[in-house]
């Protein structure tokens, strides 16, 4: 007896109210051990030299591997449908 594979398509994904708010993030650190990756999103304030850790995920390194082949495809359709995202040095930013 074989087993179908499941579809991905077919998952349905459940937010609820707290996440659905979501959590601000404009710096992030990213490690990894060799049986994870772990990304923590922080908050950096304009003139303050120390940023708050907001959230941390912890994943597998093939689930990091899709999720960048995700985001560069996102980043890509924003880009061709908005134009290219400049990217600012910290320094930079902080000046604003």
Known sequence: ????PTNPTNIQVELDPQAA???????ALISH?????ILDFARLFPG??????RSRII???A???AFLAS???????YEAKYGEI???????????
């Open 1 to 4: 007896m074989t087993d179908k």
């Open 21 to 27: 708010e979501g959590i601000y993030s404009n710096a």
């Open 33 to 37: 051990t060799p049986n994870e990756f």
């Open 48 to 53: 303050q030299e120390k940023a708050r850790i």
């Open 59 to 61: 994943t597998s390194p």
């Open 63 to 65: 689930h990091a591997k």
């Open 71 to 77: 985001l560069r495809d996102n980043i890509a359709r």
């Open 86 to 96: 400049k990217l600012h040095t910290v320094s930079e930013a902080q000046k604003n």
